[in-house]
């Protein structure tokens, strides 16, 4: 039987999470529910196998290395596991500056 692991989406990540479907919702309600749909489903694997997603290359540039990352373009779902979980950290867009982003919620303490 496969380990599961509690999934467990941060205040940022759901923030992050929001902010990106009140921005489709202006043009599209359909298409926010159709994302929301997307993420959540994509995301709810991670009870299954969450280290199958890569390090998140950024940070593993700068020797940082428990966070780990899925892809549901145009989006990247950061999250770091941690004993049986998987804490969600962030919801970004992958055509913003990542790095950037990343660094400085890091240095918060907020990924």
């Given at each position: 039987m496969k380990k599961q692991y509690k999934v467990i989406w941060t205040n940022t990540a759901e923030n992050d999470l929001l902010k990106i479907l009140e921005y489709i919702a202006q043009s599209s309600p359909g298409n926010a529910l159709k994302s929301l749909k997307k993420i959540k489903k994509q995301v709810s694997d991670l009870y299954f196998s969450p280290e199958r997603c890569?390090?998140?290359?950024?940070?593993?540039?700068?020797?940082?290395?428990q966070y780990r990352e899925m892809i549901i373009s145009p989006w990247r779902i950061m999250y770091?596991?941690?004993?049986?979980?998987?804490?969600?950290?962030?919801?970004?867009?992958?055509?913003?500056?990542?790095?950037?982003i990343l660094l400085k919620r890091y240095a918060q303490h907020l990924i």
């Open positions: 890569r390090i998140v290359p950024e940070l593993y540039e700068h020797g940082i290395t770091k596991i941690q004993n049986s979980s998987v804490f969600v950290l962030s919801v970004l867009d992958s055509r913003q500056n990542i790095e950037d």
